[in-house]
């Protein structure tokens, strides 16, 4: 919509424009240049919004204030409306269809997976987030492990003076939660200062039904046992991010980041059980209860620089970083067990003391030369460290005397080291554009179990050197651009996280344990895919994607007791399509449709029995936005997920629908929002398993996802605009990884 002030706007960006060097075609954006001045655009009123999404043709972009609930959500809950993006029970990420992604904050990694990623993701605000990047196939640029990534990007107003916004965000379903944010920036000449602060309260649920059979080798019943687990947890974090941009001179600028994240989580875990004879009759029951309190102190340092030799987009960049990651968790357990008329059977008390420390340090330079005729060369070079101890005590409790038991404690300790150097190539022509890239990755792991008077010490060292390969190919349809196809082929790795080599025995109630396994090795696939793409209206990609060596998480089934750990099998693929559909049937209605239609197959053996399955999965994501007024907007999305596989686990259908309303104030600067999530609390997992020896169950499992949210908004500070260059995050580190 073409309006009177966006002209008048565009007149002055064009004036700006005119008095500075014009920038090559391929030229990244730059940072804050040495001189500034401020033009004040009081009187223009912008009426244009950004969309929702932005398909480019290496990535998808999601601007995450047009999402009406983002400020009433954790960033986990903003991920999981994501078009997209998939988030399972156990909080894993996946990317159309494809999971072990990647997650990275401003371009760095955050060494983290599973639930702790979930635990950290969750405790940045809605409010924080200023855009998504989905990147399904990585270039040779960034870390070769991961099977996709997806950038999260924190909001940095790009405007003179002192500017901010704040959200403040609250949730009700069965518990309340609430989500708050400022965020501020500074701009002033050569300096840059910015901060994101953000609080988070959240309390939650979890209800789990088990319904495990066991059988002889003939296949007749021999027991039954039904359980039923109850979490209820409260979790409260602060996350603050404090950094500065300096422009040294104009062609130079230094950064620095801080960044604390602090987390306490308590919780209570309850379970009661029967244990059922071949013809049902009751033989016991059982019940227990875990009091769990953990703490996290997360702490990072960066240090950034980009340096451009010429205004031809020859450029180096380079980053130093160091993390450190400290958790404390604490855990009473008793449990029970009880004759079928009510007699105390057996009780017993325990302890878990698990004190863990993580050190990351990462060095990474890039270095980006243009060539003649549209032409373009990068290297670089990428240095980690990580040293992971991990402490887990158990002890028997007796009243109030606790000893340690030997045994059943470990004290793990995990050193790795990854050099990495990449070379990357690109070149385009009047509509055929190509991109190749070979990145070397050599990884040196030593794991060390330390024994004491009851457990042998043990320790293993594993040193690999890996050639990851990525090519493109595009081509222009049309003079115009308007029609797209692509092709496009890539080698990844999947690294076991920290957390699945250790091979402590962890309890969770009397029938169910989890563990490591320090012999896991990395996990690789490769793909190949053809994308089309029609403007912003539509774009598909069909691809084939081949994995070996599959890190699976498998369950063993030995008596009545499942124990959880992972292994690594045969090999699987799968065979994707996705379609996705942009436009404004209306002038007040914008729609996203998504639709995935994929194939997968797994073929190996788990402990004494085969796997082979193929299972055929559908996924919809529908998204609608209305402009009712200047003033008034609203959004009504749904999710629809067919059956699914995930490990020895199928899941049954099911569907969620969302929605919200938005209303504009304080001339545009501020915002009320209401928002819902899944409408009829249809999001329920119904599992069953496969390939269990002698043995099969079945799992319904919900939480607090039907919610109604209310948000307020504001934004602050002088409406100017900055001449300065607008600059990049920082070009650091894409690595952060794998804590589980």
């Known amino acids: 919509m073409k309006t009177t002030s966006i002209i008048l706007l565009s007149a002055l960006l064009s004036m700006q424009t005119m008095a500075q060097t014009p920038a090559p075609q391929n030229k990244p954006a730059e940072k804050v240049s040495e001189k500034a001045k401020d033009i ?22 999601v601007n995450v204030e047009a999402m009406i609930s983002a400020a009433a959500s954790n960033t986990l809950e903003v991920l999981e409306k994501t078009p997209g993006v998939s988030i399972n029970s156990n909080g894993e990420i996946s990317l159309n269809g494809r999971s072990g992604v990647r997650v990275l904050i401003d371009g760095k990694n955050t060494y983290m997976s599973g639930q702790d990623l979930a635990a950290y993701l969750k405790s940045l605000p809605g409010g924080n987030l200023d855009k998504i990047e989905l990147i399904d196939n990585p270039s040779a640029k960034y870390d070769a492990s991961g099977n996709a990534i997806i950038n999260i990007k924190l909001k940095k107003n790009r405007i003179g003076g002192f500017t901010g916004n704040i959200s403040a965000g609250a949730s009700l379903g069965r518990y309340a939660r609430n989500n708050d944010a400022v ?27 088990f319904d495990r059979r066991f059988f002889s080798e003939g296949g007749a019943l021999i027991s039954t046992v039904d359980l039923q687990n109850n979490l209820v947890y409260k979790d409260r974090s602060l996350n603050a991010n404090f950094g500065l941009d300096y422009s040294a001179t104009s062609k130079t600028v230094y950064g620095l980041i801080f960044n604390v994240n602090k987390g306490e989580r308590n919780g209570m875990f309850d379970y009661e059980s029967s244990d059922f004879d071949a013809n ?8 227990g209860d ?12 960066n240090f950034n620089l980009q340096h451009k030799f010429d205004n031809k ?8 970083n160091y993390l450190n990651y400290q958790s404390k968790g604490n855990q009473a357990l008793q449990n029970f067990t009880y004759a079928p008329e009510g007699a105390l059977l057996g009780h017993e008390k325990f302890r878990y003391v698990i004190p863990a420390g993580i050190d990351i340090y990462t060095a990474k330079a890039d270095y980006v030369h243009p060539l003649k005729n549209k032409a373009r060369f990068e290297a670089g070079f990428k240095s980690s460290v990580v040293d992971n101890d991990n402490l887990n005590e158990f002890y028997n409790v007796n009243d109030a005397e ?7 404690s470990n004290h793990f300790k995990y050193h790795e080291n990854i050099n990495a150097v990449y070379l990357n190539g690109q070149k385009s022509w009047k509509r055929l554009g190509v991109q190749f890239g070979l990145r070397t990755e050599n990884t040196l792991v030593r794991g060390k179990q330390l024994g004491n008077d009851a457990v042998q010490g043990s320790a293993f060292t594993k040193n690999y050197t890996g050639l990851f390969p990525s090519a493109y190919i595009s081509y222009k349809l049309d003079s115009l651009g308007n029609n797209t196809l692509g092709l496009m082929a890539v080698r990844r790795i999947s690294r076991p996280n920290y957390q699945l080599l250790n091979p402590f025995l962890f309890y969770r109630d009397q029938y169910s344990y989890t563990s490591g396994n320090p012999l896991l090795n990395p996990q690789y696939q490769s793909r190949i895919e053809l994308k089309y793409q029609h403007k912003q209206f539509l774009n598909m990609g069909l691809s084939y994607n081949k994995f070996s060596n599959l890190i699976f998480q498998t369950t063993e089934a030995v008596n009545d007791i499942f124990t959880t750990r992972p292994k690594n099998i045969a090999g699987g693929f799968m065979l994707l399509l996705n379609t996705t559909v942009s436009t404004s049937p209306a002038e007040w209605w914008y729609l996203n449709y998504t639709a995935r239609l994929s194939k997968i197959g797994m073929n190996g053996r788990v402990y004494t029995e085969n796997l082979h399955f193929n299972v055929n999965i559908l996924r919809l994501e529908v998204n609608n936005y209305f402009t009712i007024s200047p003033t008034w907007s609203a959004e009504l999305g749904g999710y629809y997920a067919s059956r699914d596989m995930n490990g020895q686990t199928l899941t049954k259908g099911m569907y969620r629908v969302n929605g919200g309303i938005q209303k504009k104030i304080l001339k545009g600067k501020g915002s009320v929002r209401v928002a819902f999530d899944d409408l009829f609390h249809s999001w329920i997992y119904n599992n069953q398993s496969l390939s269990l020896k002698q043995s099969e169950y079945f799992q319904t499992s919900e939480s607090d996802t039907q919610r109604i949210s209310f948000a307020m908004t504001y934004r602050f500070g002088k409406d100017t605009f900055a001449r300065k260059r607008r600059h990049n995050n920082n070009a650091s580190d894409e690595e952060k990884g794998r804590i589980d």
Do not use: C, M, W
Not at 184 to 201: C, P, S
């Open 290 to 301: 875990t009091k769990a309190k953990d703490s996290r102190t997360n702490i990072g340092f």
């Open 402 to 408: 606790q000893t340690i038991d030997n045994s059943k």
């Open 183 to 209: 965020n501020l920036n500074y701009n002033h000449k050569k300096l840059n200062l910015f901060a994101n602060l953000g609080y988070n309260h959240e309390k939650n649920y979890r209800k789990d039904h």
């Open 313 to 320: 987009g020859k450029e180096l960049s380079a980053d130093i």
């Open 280 to 287: 049902h009759q009751l033989e016991r029951t059982g019940k």
């Open 40 to 61: 004040n655009l009081n009187e223009v009123v912008i009426q244009s919004k950004k969309p929702l999404i932005v398909q480019e043709i290496d990535k998808t972009v």
